[in-house]
């Protein structure tokens, strides 16, 4: 086995080489052209450490991948279109005068008009200056680009941002002025099982919590009005018809109303869950949990009962979520029902 391995590995090699081998050069003479670049900021031909796939002649066996290291910031241009049978190649002269072609320029995100490159550029230099009122430690260590104008910017903490998000976390920043309260939201939304979204749009924000059986929904509209929501998730091969539920957890009970409505979505799984807003008794209990233990949550059906188990992490990410529903109650006003914000 480890012979047949080491053949295929020196078959691939010997592939590779022989497509590098066969890249032919030629003058480079852009005048009248329009200019490309390897974008530099790629997070895909970062983490790939190479650049999408090439072609050293105009027919499919030719695959060769640009090493990441060599080509960026290459400039480039389109030379002229070259047909084989049914086949189109874009043919590429790139600044060292090699050539390559492509099947698609439409579809290769990694090689970008320098035009639109520069402005690219410019963007990417203003997420490099951002700074959060007051908070000091925290400063832009990288930016790397995906396609469609999406950034992800990484601060000094390892925290990583798209730019979205922190537009809509640079405008919360107006309204909670105290830094160790946007402290609070940063560190929160910086955990692994808690997401935060932003709709420029609609200037709507969202904080989630992801947790298998209790999830926390934080939405907040124009930076004025907040509502938080509670919801509880029972799955099962058939559905049991959840009427209420119980919170366990060493003697220490929560009891749902009765008679509860749930809504349900079939698939190979049956879910079944319930939706509301976020209240005092549930903070209460919520917050008197050990969050070094696991606690049990069961689902009280017509069919049968069903239960599942909240582990201590899921139940420290829940009181993370409460802390900052507090917090934010400083700064904005609770929404009274679901109508208020959508």
């Known amino acids: 086995m480890k012979k047949i391995l080491c053949y295929l590995m020196l078959v691939l090699t010997c592939i590779s080489f022989d497509s590098l081998g066969a890249v032919k050069k030629e003058k480079y003479n852009p005048e009248g052209k329009e200019v490309y670049i390897f974008n530099e900021y790629d997070s895909s031909a970062i983490g790939r450490k190479v650049y999408g796939g090439l072609y050293t002649s105009p027919n499919i066996y030719s695959l060769y991948y640009p090493p990441y290291k060599k080509y960026k910031g290459m400039e480039g241009y389109l030379d002229k279109e070259v047909k084989v049978g049914r086949d189109t190649y874009q043919k590429i002269i790139l600044k060292n005068g090699e050539v390559f072609y492509l099947s698609d320029l439409k579809y290769y995100d990694e090689f970008e008009s320098l035009k639109n490159y520069k402005k690219r550029l410019e963007q990417i230099e203003k997420f490099k200056n951002i700074k959060f009122p007051n908070i000091d430690e925290l400063s832009v260590t990288e930016v790397v680009t995906e396609p469609k104008d999406i950034f992800i910017i990484t601060f000094s903490n390892g925290q990583k941002l798209y730019n979205k998000q922190l537009e809509g976390l640079l405008q919360l920043s107006k309204k909670i002025t105290d830094a160790n309260d946007f402290r609070q939201l940063l560190n929160a939304i910086n955990t692994k099982n808690i997401h935060f979204s932003y709709d420029p749009i609609d200037n709507l924000a969202k904080i989630k919590l992801d947790s298998d059986y209790l999830k926390i929904y934080i939405s907040i509209l124009k930076e004025r009005v907040y509502l938080t929501t509670v919801q509880v998730i029972c799955s099962s091969y058939d559905g049991i018809s959840v009427k209420n539920f119980k919170i ?67 139940i420290s990410e829940i009181k993370n979520m409460l802390a900052l529903n507090k917090t934010l109650a400083k700064y904005l006003e609770f929404a009274n029902d679901n109508e208020t914000i959508k």
Do not use: C
């Open 248 to 314: 366990y957890q060493s003697g220490n009970t929560y009891n749902s109303p009765s008679d509860l409505t749930f809504k349900r979505e079939y698939g190979s799984y049956v879910y079944e869950w319930y939706n509301f807003i976020l209240n005092n008794e549930f903070i209460s209990y919520i917050n008197s949990l050990d969050d070094t233990q696991d606690a049990i949550i069961r689902f009280y059906g017509l069919k049968r009962n069903s239960d599942d188990n909240i582990d201590s992490k899921s």
